[in-house]
């Protein structure tokens, strides 16, 4: 079995909150000690020299659980394979993938399922963690099996981005998932009033002439959401939350004791409204763009706490379903290769220190999950990254692992880059 | 007398004194028209083709008047029954057209944003015909030179623009260029046909007309725009009328001498009352139809010369 030490490394703890100087010894996949002097004394013997890797004071972190990826398989290959994906994963610093069910069929059969995680694990040199739909066909009528579901691999249970709109459906689901212990991924948002909607409602919107959604609508989502939470006692979690008016919500949830956490999307936390422009369709993405008022929001949401995880909801789409009049323009953008160096905006503007970054980036969704990455602690899964938060780089879409090259932050200087990323103590990608 | 664009996408980007310009040039246009030899070289050996994709008797048949009457050789394409039918994009149609070799391009598209997208794709001058809810430059334009014909000026005046704000491209254009003009907005209408963030556009925004028209010098009438709503924004027309339908009862609140206009087609009994548009006192709804044409030339006229001045660039 391969093993590594890394020297000389500025250690992110987000357990303990802290960036301080270290070494960590990979072996058999997993942290075999973590050293708190840069320099151990250890044998060649035991760590050869090939071995042993010098992390010229850059940072090492636990490797990042991305919850919300959409991988295309089946049905859109063209767009996203589990090769691909995986690439781009490793290339951002993402060692845990865990796919979203919205492909085409959807994966709602243990037999699909089974397909799907054979080919991830073939293809794809990092974790890939498949979630299953709630409903089947992801049409908010009948439950999926979740025990053979569960069996085969299922990690969570979603219907992406469709909400599921008959409450005696949800409430069934949830009722059958809690017996489980399943987690229900959901999405909040009402359905009715964010129909047909590519923008959010406010000055911009109109003065676009885009159609709109209150942001209430995430708001009224996430109310339902928690009643039903309330009634069955599921393990729920929220893919996104983007604006203000949703967080006293969920801060109340949490203070109620529920099993309740959320995330929000990485293109939330650093992108607003006004980015859209001149109707730029690399900017639609599902619940649209906020106010900046919401960002800042949210911002100081994942800086208390609040909102456990930042995800990418990658969401990979052709260029033809993207140069469209904004309305019938395809919604998402790709995010996996992206969300260290955009993540590294939120830590140069003094926004989120690194510790917190990585709590809600690496820590909180695989605790949610039940993992026991996310950490940098004796024992740990080998899955990490390392990373100069300084260097700088000029984004090319067109250089992105990803078959598909929707990206917000083309041609946008970032600061910030991998420069390795470990999985299962095996070294998957290097700058 | 400047006038620096290289397509007339909205009235969002032009400055105030490109406005003043185009009204200049629009009023002698005004006064060709009104001849008996209409005929113009201005736009001769130039192509000008006409795309709508949303139907339209009257802005088509406007913008086709004003290219033949300035020597343009005038194409129209009814976009609805051609190849975008047939799953073509709108890239590829206006890539098609691009290699034809057009010098200005009149469209008209259902989405917002479209007539945008388009010109990033093409060498020629394009004019937007409008596009969903985003903006309709031309009617704003032509209503500008009809209240200043009517009014000898058109800043400091008090304007009400009344009905179905929400899905009216023709009131976003209006407002933006009456703001940039220095005048006092007023929007008129059910909260359900009011965008949000309106309040933020700088204007003042009434639920009870009669209070809105209070000494306004000018009364903009929008049409209820039936196909663009998904249903459910007011009770029934009738209801409608009686709220928020002009009739000679409401408009006496406005200024005695306030002039009536309507961008058209009308539709008499549910925003307007058909006396009323037809009184010849008190409505400019057919000056504004005139002014049109004259807008319309002026308009291709400045972007033609825009055209003649820079050299062909190479296509993105």
Redesign the interface.
């Known amino acids: 079995m391969t093993q590594h030490l890394i020297t000389n490394a500025r250690l992110v703890d987000p357990e303990a909150g802290t960036v301080s100087d270290g070494a960590l010894w990979l072996k058999d996949g997993k942290i075999a000690e973590r050293f708190d002097a840069p320099e151990p004394e250890i044998s060649l013997d035991r760590v050869p020299q090939q071995a042993r890797i010098d992390a010229g004071h850059k940072y090492l972190a636990p490797g990042i659980v991305d919850i919300g990826v959409q991988v295309c398989e089946p049905g859109e290959r063209h767009k996203e394979s589990y090769g691909s994906a995986g690439e781009a994963a490793a290339a951002g610093g993402v060692t845990t993938i865990v796919t979203r069910p919205d492909t085409n069929p959807a994966i709602d059969s243990p037999e699909v399922l089974e397909f799907i995680r054979r080919r991830a694990n073939e293809a794809a040199p990092v974790n890939v963690l498949p979630m299953a739909a709630l409903t089947k066909g992801r049409a908010g009528a009948e439950m999926t099996e979740f025990g053979f579901l569960l069996d085969a691999g299922a990690v969570a249970f979603s219907d992406g981005l469709r909400v599921v709109r008959d409450n005696k459906v949800l409430h069934r689901a949830m009722t059958y998932a809690r017996s489980l212990g399943a987690l229900v991924v959901a999405h909040p948002q009402d359905p009715a009033l964010s129909a047909?909607a590519s923008a959010t409602?406010?000055?911009?919107?109109?003065?676009?002439?885009?159609?709109?959604v209150?942001p209430m609508a995430e708001r009224m989502g996430l109310d339902r959401d928690i009643a039903l939470v309330e009634m069955t006692g599921v393990r729920y979690h929220a893919d996104q939350i983007t604006t203000a008016r949703a967080l006293p919500a969920l801060e109340r949830a949490k203070r109620n004791g529920f099993d309740v956490t959320a995330g929000t999307s990485i293109h939330h936390l650093t992108l607003n409204e006004l980015d859209v422009s001149?109707?730029r369709t690399f900017f639609k993405v599902t619940p649209p763009l906020r106010s900046e008022d919401d960002r800042q929001s949210v911002i100081e949401a994942v800086r208390s706490g609040l909102i456990d995880v930042i995800c990418t909801m990658h969401t990979p789409q052709d260029e033809?379903s993207k140069?469209?009049?904004?309305?019938?323009a395809a919604s998402g953008s790709v995010g996996l290769e992206t969300l260290l160096p955009v993540a590294m905006r939120l830590y140069h503007a003094d926004a989120l220190d690194l510790p917190t970054l990585f709590r809600a980036l690496s820590l909180n969704p695989a605790k949610r999950l039940g993992l026991g990455s996310g950490r940098l602690t004796k024992g740990a899964p080998g899955d990490l990254v390392l990373f100069d938060p300084d260097k700088p780089l000029v984004l090319d879409r067109f250089k992105l692992r990803s078959k598909s090259k929707n990206t917000p932050f083309d041609s946008a200087r970032l600061q910030g880059r991998v420069l390795a990323t470990f999985v299962g103590g095996a070294q998957v990608y290097a700058a | 007398m400047r006038f620096d664009q290289r397509h007339l996408l909205g009235i969002?980007p032009l400055r105030p004194d490109e406005i003043t310009t185009l009204l200049d040039l629009s009023q002698r246009y005004v006064a060709l028209n009104r001849q008996q030899q209409k005929r113009s070289t201005v736009l001769a050996g130039l192509t000008q083709i006409n795309m709508f994709f949303e139907n339209s008797t009257r802005t088509q048949a406007s913008f086709e008047l004003a290219g033949k009457r300035l020597g343009a050789d005038v194409m129209n394409m009814a976009m609805e029954a051609s190849s975008i039918k047939k799953g073509e994009?709108?890239?590829d149609t206006a890539m098609t057209l691009n290699a034809m070799h057009p010098d200005l391009l009149v469209v008209r598209?259902p989405?917002?944003?479209?007539v945008?997208?388009l010109a990033q794709k093409v060498n020629c001058a394009v004019l937007n015909a409008g596009?969903?809810?985003?903006?309709h430059p031309t009617q704003a334009l032509l209503d500008a030179l009809t209240i200043r014909r009517a009014k000898g000026r058109i800043h400091r005046l008090n304007i009400a623009i009344c009905g179905d704000i929400a899905h009216s491209?023709v009131a976003?254009s209006n407002l933006l260029l009456l703001h940039k003009m220095e005048n006092r907005i007023r929007l008129i209408g059910p909260p359900t046909l009011m965008?949000?963030?309106?309040d933020?556009?700088g204007a003042e925004v009434y639920e009870d007309m009669k209070e809105g028209l209070r000494d306004v010098d000018v009364v903009m009438m929008l049409r209820l725009q039936k196909e663009r709503m998904?249903g459910g924004f007011i009770p029934s027309e009738r209801e409608y009328y009686h709220r928020y339908g002009l009739d000679a009862e409401k408009l006496s609140h406005a200024k005695p001498d306030a002039i009536v206009m309507h961008p058209g087609p009308m539709n008499r009994g549910v925003e307007i009352d058909g006396t009323l548009a037809d009184d010849i006192n008190r409505s400019v709804i057919q000056d504004q139809v005139e002014m049109g044409v004259a807008v319309r030339m002026a308009a291709m006229d400045l972007l033609a010369r825009n055209l003649r001045a820079q050299p062909k660039d190479v296509l993105a």
């Open positions: 047909g409602s406010g000055k911009f919107a109109s003065l676009r002439g885009l159609p709109a209150s001149d109707y033809e140069r469209l009049p904004f309305e019938e | 969002e994009t709108l890239i598209h989405h917002s944003g479209a945008d997208l596009d969903g809810r985003h903006e491209r976003r965008p949000a963030g309106i933020a556009f998904d």
